[in-house]
């Protein structure tokens, strides 16, 4: 009787890993199958009753198998759209999409905004997730102001921003409104949380014993956490930025409110140059150009951003040349 620790299908002479290329090779074939005759509902099906039979000949536990078909329901909802959305792109439509200027600055603004705002958050919020990870007085107070961009509508955070930083605000000799301060500081009120968070939970993950070690031989607390906490914290620092960068690109609410169209130095032309945050620019092609427009920006938004995720990914990986460390 097979056991939650057998496979009854015998895997000898077959890896783990061509045992997944064949599965997503049959799904590729079941969607384009599906896809070409019209009718995507039947591939909804037969990936879960896939999923099923591949964990029952794999595992033979019930548990196993609910689990697995449980889990490809919701892999279908968010799967089924974007093999839909990837298959139904025109792709001379894209080509002339990508050639748009327009989208050219789209991208740039799209990258180099949530890039500024994942720095900022890293680098006031590493040092306050450094106290969290320590404990002080108040700190729930301080850990729900911080959590708060969370669960705020992100409209009311771009009308937070205006109250705190534009006209009578903190700051009335600061531009915000339309202004490349005023997206950063949109994207960091909503992804500052991404940063503290992750790089918290790097800092509780530390032994202790490592920094008192360092402690009692001498070093300051500047050399300590510049010489043992920094170094093995760096992967969280390094997934909180990314976490932030990410939640800062798929932003519209708060920016579409404090810098609906904003103007920044743009490198390729050497000036001065007006142009939208991506998911507003998509959401205007949408509305002046319809589904097949905006789906073509969209396509173009999402390669860059899936590159990007997936070399920050590597660099930050054990197999990679950096080890782990970028």
């Known amino acids: 009787m097979a056991t939650s620790t057998e496979t009854r299908l015998s895997l000898d002479g077959v890896g783990w890993g061509s045992l997944a ?35 029952y000949l794999l595992h033979g536990d019930s548990f196993v198998v609910a689990a697995a078909t449980m889990g490809s329901i919701l892999m279908i909802a968010l ?6 959305f990837v298959a139904r792109q025109q792709p001379s439509l894209i080509v002339e999409r990508a050639l748009d200027p327009d989208v050219h600055r789209m991208l740039y603004l799209g990258i180099y905004g949530p890039l500024l705002a994942a720095i900022v958050s890293l680098l006031f919020g590493v040092p306050l997730a450094h106290l969290f990870a320590e404990g002080f007085t108040g700190q729930q107070l301080v850990e729900s102001l911080v959590d708060l961009p969370l669960v705020v509508p992100h409209s009311v955070a771009g009308i937070l921003i205006l109250f705190g930083f534009g006209s009578g605000g903190a700051f009335p000799n600061v531009s915000v409104l339309g202004s490349m301060i005023g997206i950063v500081l949109a994207m960091t009120f909503v992804s500052a949380p991404y940063a503290v968070n992750a790089t918290r939970e790097a800092f509780e993950s530390i032994d202790d014993r490592l920094e008192y070690a360092s402690r009692i031989h001498g070093a300051s607390r500047w050399d300590t956490f510049r010489r043992v906490t920094a170094p093995l914290a760096v992967r969280g620092m390094v997934t909180g930025g990314v976490l932030a960068w990410a939640r800062a690109v798929s932003e519209f609410g708060a920016v579409a409110v404090v810098a609906y169209s904003v ?12 142009a939208q945050h991506a998911p507003v620019f998509v959401y205007n092609t949408y509305l002046t150009g319809g589904l097949e427009q905006s789906g073509a920006v969209a396509f173009i938004l999402l390669g860059v951003s899936a590159v990007i995720f997936l070399v920050i990914r590597y660099l930050t990986s054990d197999s990679s040349a950096t080890g782990g460390v970028v």
Do not use: D, N
Request: no cysteine.
């Open 21 to 55: 290329v064949a599965f997503v090779a049959v799904q590729a074939l079941a969607f384009t199958g599906a896809y070409t005759t019209g009718r995507p509902t039947w591939y909804a099906f037969f990936m879960i009753a896939s999923t099923a039979v591949t964990a």
């Open 263 to 274: 103007s920044f130095f743009y490198p390729p032309a050497g000036e001065k140059v007006t």
């Open 79 to 84: 799967g089924l759209p974007l093999f839909l």
